[in-house]
Nanobody
Framework: QVQLVESGGGLVQAGGSLRLSCAAS????????MGWFRQAVGSEREFVAT????????DYTDSVKGRFTISKDNAKNTVYLQMDSLKPEDTAVYYC?????????????????WGQGPQVTVSS
């Protein structure tokens, strides 16, 4: 079982930036697909971004393309989500997740481990 601890959430004005970090323990991230998901109040958890084992393949949901960047530092066992040009509709609890599947995943059911979810609030 992989343990995931996120940090970096908070309150920011629209147009601002935040960077979320997710530190993994119990298994090296070099053998894990990592993902970020978010859940707004009253909504289902939705896919945001995913990154492959080596970090060379990424995928994003359409609403964040060009604004968010997922990256990973396997030496530090950490994955990041850089969020720029934030919008009020990005407000949600953001979850880091880990999957042992060999390819990046968009579906929550393909992830075995989850972080606790920091709150990101974007004010207008």
């Amino acid at each position: 079982q992989v343990q995931l601890v996120e940090s970096g959430g908070g309150l920011v004005q629209a147009g601002g930036s935040l960077r979320l970090s997710c530190a993994a323990s119990g298994r090296t991230t070099s053998n894990l697909v990592m993902g970020w998901f978010r859940q707004a109040v009253g909504s289902e958890r939705e896919f945001v971004a995913t990154i492959s084992w080596g970090g060379g393949v990424t995928d994003y949901t359409d609403s964040v393309k060009g604004r968010f960047t997922i990256s990973k530092d396997n030496a530090k066992n950490t994955v990041y989500l850089q969020m720029d040009s934030l919008k009020p509709e990005d407000t949600a609890v953001y979850y880091c997740a880990a999957s042992s599947t060999p390819l990046p995943q968009k579906y929550t059911r393909r992830y075995e481990s989850w972080g606790q979810g920091p709150q990101v609030t974007v004010s207008s």
